[in-house]
């Protein structure tokens, strides 16, 4: 027991650098997913879009995300944690700030002042989180001088989930009192306080302190010397397109990401249209049953899989993120939404930390974060292609104020599912071919 409660033993002992980067992918993750969580309903109701036009907001949100995220990518590497991880937050609150905002001015409809504001929303948002996942495993990478092994990534991971799940405690009460806007205004408030905290944290004495010990220069004379627009061309001249196992491991992934994009497409709408009572009132408490879980999970996983061969893990992560979608086609029932968040969590606290383990380790010096973005490519195109249909599948099988018993939820999560099956079938067809690509 004492070996599996280590990696979180570690977490509050670890050198004040560590902290800086834990603690801003927490805050993101706050940030991010209590947003993601509310978006869709947000469009609907305040700035008065219909499902579809919602759908197509949120797929602005999580494609564009990815889209900075390699235009962004490398700017960890570039400018130095400090800076990155103080710019992932300010930006991010901005955002929630420009939300909280929109309503006020009681416009409705596309194109209105309030749409135009919440879209400024989108693109701040959009800014920080595509300096965020690439430029928080690149800070890692950094400021352990590369010393990072497999129970690091799923604490890491862990962190930015539990902030994750944490706005389904506190954002029922702030919304049931002041609304989604005041639920917006608390995250813009959080982010840029946390902002000005992680320059208090890893100030600039601490920064340099940490990567002259690991012998790591950030900001080495060709990079400082560069402009932006030369950085990112060298990232687009450094894009391997030869290297098929790489590429057939970022697109043999995306129909199980589709799953990650119904968290916040489709489950909000079928928890609130497809339930009543404690379910329908409290929908983000069950919605982000799974990001507690996966905190208090992945890092035990990746301790006990440690030695595991990481496609493996791939496949079993993905299988038991698959397969438990089929539970929601039985019909809505309490039970089997807990049965399937369970199961599906395990699936991603196996599945998700190993593969960016995977990317990480496949990368270069100076180019983790071109990696981690490039991984994530594809991810946009999931996303946005998911949010294209999903808003169709929810007014044709989950309409809203229609009754339950007229619903046909059933048939969304059957075809959803079949989807997410590709991903496992696909890895385990290319076993052979791939597996002395990824040996550990």
């Not at 539990?162 to 506190?170: D, K, M, R």
């Not at 060709?222 to 402009?227: F, P, R, V």
Request: glycine fraction near 8%.
């Amino acid at each position: 027991m004492k070996q599996l409660l280590a990696p979180f033993i570690q977490l509050f002992k670890s050198q004040r650098s560590i902290k800086a980067v834990n603690l801003t992918f927490f805050l993101s993750g706050v940030i991010y997913f209590g947003i993601l969580a509310l978006l869709g309903l947000y469009f609907n109701k305040y700035i008065g879009l219909n499902d579809i036009q919602s759908g197509a907001m949120v797929g602005i949100l999580t494609s564009g995300i990815t889209l900075f995220m390699f235009i962004l990518g490398g700017t960890a590497e570039r400018i130095g944690p400090k800076k990155a991880l103080f710019l992932i937050l300010f930006f991010m609150g901005l955002g929630a700030l420009f939300f909280a905002l929109a309503p006020v001015f009681r416009a409705k409809g596309i194109w209105s002042i309030s749409h135009f504001i919440a879209m400024l929303g989108l693109l701040s948002i959009i800014i920080g989180m595509g300096i965020n996942k690439p430029g928080v495993y690149a800070s890692l990478n950094m400021l352990t001088g590369g010393k990072v092994n497999a129970v690091d990534y799923a604490m890491l991971y862990g962190v930015q989930q539990f902030g994750a799940f944490l706005p389904a405690v506190f954002s029922p009460i702030i919304r049931h009192t002041y609304g989604m806007p005041g639920v917006f205004l608390f995250y813009g408030i959080l982010g840029i306080l946390g902002a000005l905290f992680i320059t208090i944290i890893l100030n600039r004495s601490t920064e340099r302190e940490v990567l002259n010990k690991h012998k790591c220069v950030t900001q080495n004379n060709n990079k400082a010397k560069q402009s932006f627009l030369s950085s990112l061309l060298d990232q687009i001249k450094a894009i391997p397109i030869k290297d098929f196992h790489f590429l057939f491991l970022i697109i043999a992934i995306m129909p199980i990401q589709t799953l990650y994009a119904h968290q916040w497409l489709t489950l909000p709408q079928y928890l609130t249209r497809a339930f009543t009572g404690m379910v329908k009132d409290y929908f983000e408490v069950f919605e982000n049953i799974n990001p507690l879980l996966v905190f208090l999970i992945a890092p035990m996983v990746a301790l006990i899989t440690a030695k595991k061969n990481t496609y493996k893990m791939l496949i079993t992560g993905s299988l038991l993120m698959a397969l438990p979608m089929f539970l929601l086609s039985a019909g809505p029932s309490i039970t089997l939404l807990i049965l399937f968040l369970i199961i599906r969590t395990f699936g991603e606290a196996i599945f998700q930390p190993r593969f960016y383990q995977a990317i990480t380790e496949m990368a270069p010096e100076g180019r983790k974060g071109l990696y981690i973005s490039l991984a994530d490519l594809p991810y946009m195109l999931t996303k946005a292609i998911t949010a294209s249909y999903s808003g169709w599948f929810l007014m044709r099988y989950c309409p809203e104020n229609v009754p339950i018993e007229q619903l046909n939820t059933e048939t969304m999560w059957t075809i959803h599912g079949l989807i997410a099956m590709i991903t496992p079938i696909g890895l385990i067809l290319a076993y052979k071919w791939m597996k002395s690509y990824l040996k550990n």
